[in-house]
């Protein structure tokens, strides 16, 4: 079976959770012909992505999110971060982050991934250039030197054949289709599962996130709109499974212990999800015809809620590099190549220092509290108060997490693709 002039793109998603339909999305109206293949709707309850968790959102993907024109949906159902609070069990060290200090609105934003699926999905039904493929799966890809042939099973057991000149990885940490053109991923097991649920304490949380280390992994707080509190509960991988099985009391003293009274008695808890954690990292972020984007190129651990932020910046950044080349190619279709080997090693080099940075940043802090020697604890204690003392380090922090490092990308600057500047 070949593909017809109807089954060729010029750039095929794989993958159609956070990242990819994010991409989707900053792709449109830019007048490129695009497949979206995604396995599970996004408002199953099997869906992966948008699943039971919530998500912390940087301020700089507010600002993407904003350009892109879903904003408007997200703020509905997000709740703003005034400050935050990162303070390290049985020891004195603490540091505090307020977004009026630092002349911001909010720290960040928490949104329910469900919410954050709805919103994007609704501006993708609309969407002309874009022909989606869901519930379907990708069964099989052949690079050619012109296009790659992509084999699309539906669930009707019906295969399509397409072809596209890009094809963008989209489809998690386990991405067949990073394996498929042959690029490894090195993998860190850290022993850990996060545990995600529900809280709501005695008092109200006045939008103050929480971060707390503890001998056994950190424990996040982070504030939802109707009081409640989204609880991500790191935990040794053995322990987490015991936790898994407590009762809903049992579970909460747990917590108690841990976290303290800073927010009361804690009241009442939703229903436990486990998620065992890792550190993936692609050994490079595209090859032959395929750029490597979010889970994909690489899997965090989400102690510090850097994984989709830095994913919306590979998604920033493809867009616009998307949109240059067009440029470039005014009126004529013929001539435009998205999988050009220019295009993806400017997309390698550009990615390159912030996903650097930001694994290093996470893969460290998870280490550095994981440490229970001595000294590494007077160090961290120390680290927490200079961080508290001094601002510098402290806007440090909140350029990293914004990813204000290096060329920052038009969407996250408030610019459209496609406008000048
Ligand atoms: C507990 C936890 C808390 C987190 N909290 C935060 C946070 O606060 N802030 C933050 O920035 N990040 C956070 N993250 C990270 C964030 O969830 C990820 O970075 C994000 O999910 C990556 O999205 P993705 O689209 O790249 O991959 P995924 O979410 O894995 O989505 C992949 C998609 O591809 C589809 N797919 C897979 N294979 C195929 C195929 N063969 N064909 C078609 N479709 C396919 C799947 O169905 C899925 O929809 C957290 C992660 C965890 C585990």
């Given at each position: 079976?070949?593909?017809?002039?109807?089954?060729?793109?010029?750039i095929?998603i794989?993958?159609?959770?956070?990242?990819?339909?994010?991409l989707?999305?900053?792709?449109?109206?830019?007048?490129?012909?695009?497949?979206?293949?995604?396995?599970?709707?996004?408002?199953?309850?099997?869906?992966?992505?948008?699943?039971?968790?919530?998500?912390?959102?940087?301020?700089?993907?507010?600002?993407?999110?904003?350009?892109?024109?879903?904003?408007?949906?997200?703020?509905?159902?997000?709740?703003?971060?005034?400050?935050?609070?990162?303070?390290?069990?049985?020891?004195?060290?603490?540091?505090?982050?307020?977004?009026?200090?630092?002349?911001?609105?909010?720290?960040?934003?928490?949104?329910?991934?469900?919410?954050?699926?709805?919103?994007?999905?609704?501006?993708?039904?609309?969407?002309?250039?874009?022909?989606?493929?869901?519930?379907?799966?990708?069964?099989?890809?052949?690079?050619?030197?012109?296009?790659?042939?992509?084999?699309?099973?539906?669930?009707?057991?019906?295969?399509?054949?397409?072809?596209?000149?890009l094809v963008v990885a989209a489809?998690?940490?386990?991405?067949?289709?990073?394996?498929?053109?042959?690029?490894?991923?090195?993998?860190?097991?850290?022993?850990?599962?996060?545990?995600?649920?529900?809280?709501?304490?005695?008092?109200?949380?006045?939008?103050?996130?929480?971060?707390?280390?503890?001998?056994?992994?950190?424990?996040?707080?982070?504030?939802?709109?109707?009081?409640?509190?989204?609880?991500?509960?790191?935990?040794?991988?053995?322990?987490?499974?015991?936790?898994?099985?407590?009762?809903?009391?049992?579970?909460?003293?747990?917590?108690?212990?841990?976290?303290?009274?800073?927010?009361?008695?804690?009241?009442?808890?939703?229903?436990?999800?486990?998620?065992?954690?890792?550190?993936?990292?692609?050994?490079?972020?595209?090859?032959?015809?395929?750029a490597?984007i979010?889970?994909?190129?690489?899997?965090?651990?989400?102690?510090?809620?850097?994984?989709?932020?830095?994913?919306?910046?590979?998604?920033?950044?493809?867009?616009?590099?998307?949109?240059?080349?067009?440029?470039?190619?005014?009126?004529?279709?013929?001539?435009?190549?998205?999988?050009?080997?220019?295009?993806?090693?400017?997309?390698?080099?550009?990615?390159?220092?912030?996903?650097?940075?930001?694994?290093?940043?996470?893969?460290?802090?998870?280490?550095?509290?994981?440490?229970?020697?001595?000294?590494?604890?007077?160090?961290?204690?120390?680290?927490?108060?200079?961080?508290?003392?001094?601002?510098?380090?402290?806007?440090?922090?909140?350029?990293?997490?914004?990813?204000?490092?290096?060329?920052?990308?038009?969407?996250?600057?408030?610019?459209?693709?496609?406008?000048?500047?």
């Amino acid at each position: 079976m070949g593909a017809d002039a109807n089954d060729s793109f010029d750039i095929a998603i794989v993958g159609g959770g956070m990242v990819g339909a994010s991409l989707a999305v900053a792709l449109k109206g830019l007048q490129v012909r695009v497949a979206l293949i995604e396995a599970v709707p996004h408002d199953a309850a099997s869906q992966p992505s948008f699943d039971e968790r919530t998500t912390a959102l940087s301020n700089g993907s507010r600002c993407i999110l904003e350009t892109l024109g879903v904003w408007p949906a997200v703020a509905a159902a997000a709740t703003p971060i005034a400050k935050i609070h990162v303070s390290d069990q049985g020891h004195f060290g603490f540091a505090r982050i307020d977004a009026a200090e630092q002349g911001l609105r909010a720290l960040g934003y928490v949104v329910a991934n469900r919410a954050l699926g709805a919103a994007l999905w609704s501006t993708l039904a609309d969407q002309g250039d874009l022909r989606v493929y869901c519930p379907a799966r990708v069964s099989r890809l052949t690079a050619g030197e012109q296009a790659v042939e992509i084999g699309v099973a539906e669930a009707s057991g019906a295969e399509t054949l397409i072809r596209a000149r890009l094809v963008v990885a989209a489809d998690g940490v386990e991405s067949a289709v990073r394996a498929a053109f042959g690029v490894s991923a090195a993998v860190r097991d850290y022993d850990q599962t996060a545990v995600i649920t529900t809280v709501l304490p005695r008092n109200f949380h006045q939008h103050v996130a929480y971060e707390r280390f503890t001998a056994n992994g950190p424990l996040a707080l982070l504030p939802q709109n109707d009081g409640r509190c989204t609880l991500v509960l790191t935990l040794q991988r053995s322990m987490a499974e015991s936790a898994m099985r407590w009762s809903d009391e049992e579970f909460l003293a747990e917590v108690q212990r841990r976290f303290g009274f800073r927010l009361g008695r804690f009241l009442k808890v939703g229903r436990r999800v486990a998620y065992p954690l890792a550190l993936t990292r692609a050994s490079r972020t595209s090859a032959g015809r395929c750029a490597i984007i979010g889970n994909a190129a690489q899997g965090l651990h989400p102690v510090a809620g850097m994984g989709f932020n830095l994913g919306l910046r590979d998604v920033a950044c493809l867009a616009e590099l998307v949109a240059e080349h067009l440029a470039l190619h005014p009126g004529n279709p013929e001539l435009r190549d998205f999988g050009a080997s220019g295009l993806l090693s400017a997309y390698d080099a550009w990615r390159a220092a912030d996903r650097g940075e930001i694994i290093a940043f996470t893969d460290g802090l998870v280490r550095l509290f994981a440490n229970p020697l001595r000294a590494v604890q007077r160090l961290r204690n120390l680290g927490l108060l200079a961080f508290d003392l001094l601002p510098p380090a402290k806007a440090a922090l909140s350029s990293l997490s914004t990813g204000a490092a290096g060329r920052i990308p038009k969407l996250a600057r408030g610019v459209a693709l496609g406008a000048p500047l």
